[in-house]
């Protein structure tokens, strides 16, 4: 978590907060988190955990 939140420019707190589902992430917000993965993030229809993902890019 601290290497992803150092990467994303945030706080660790508010990594710990998305992940526990105090923050409703934003579409902005998913994009700033893909970057700092180095992924692609997807979104399909539906509001289960099933309908965001990210995708690693390829090596």
Do not use: K
């Not at 290497?3 to 992940?19: P, V």
């Not at 409703?24 to 965001?52: E, I, K, N, Q, Y």
């Amino acid at each position: 978590m601290a290497q992803l939140a150092e990467r994303a420019g945030m706080a660790e707190d508010d990594i710990e907060c998305i992940e526990e589902g105090g923050t409703a992430p934003t579409v902005p917000l998913l994009r700033l988190l893909a970057a700092a993965l180095d992924a692609d993030v997807r979104l399909t229809p539906g509001h289960d955990v099933g309908s965001l993902w990210f995708e690693a890019h390829a090596a």
